[in-house]
């Protein structure tokens, strides 16, 4: 019903930069929120940033400054700029929309995308 392509991710050092992709496609009405989760070992998923389909961001404390969620709507794709990485930074990012299929709404999850920053 709804498949997620996300790119972009990989090694990187610290203070480096990286740009995610996720490109959402399918049976799709309407996307609402997309965002951008990440899950390192052992700890648990947070949210990094999200954006409306308005264009309203919201960013979590760590990454304010540093990370630039943007979005296409008319090619459903998602991006999340990373500038000054640091190593805490390390986990595997995840795409998420809040997705309208027929009359149903519901959460969903791209397959996740390593990021590692390391020296």
């Known amino acids: 019903q709804v498949e997620f392509v996300e790119s972009g991710g990989g090694l990187v050092q610290p203070g480096g930069s990286l740009r995610l992709s996720c490109a959402v496609s399918?049976?799709?009405?309407?996307?609402?929120?997309m965002g951008w989760y990440r899950q390192a070992p052992g700890k648990q998923r947070e949210l990094v940033a999200s954006?409306?389909?308005?264009?309203?961001?919201n960013y979590a404390d760590s990454v304010k400054g540093r990370f630039t969620i943007s979005r296409d709507n008319a090619k459903d794709t998602v991006y999340l700029q990373m500038s000054s990485l640091k190593p805490e930074d390390t986990a595997v990012y995840l795409c998420?929309?809040?997705?309208?299929?027929?009359?149903?709404?519901?959460?969903?999850w791209g397959q996740g995308t390593q990021v590692t920053v390391s020296s």
């Open positions: 998420n929309g809040v997705i309208q299929i027929g009359i149903n709404i519901g959460d969903y």
């Open positions: 954006i409306t389909n308005g264009g309203r961001t």
């Open positions: 399918g049976s799709i009405f309407s996307i609402y929120t």
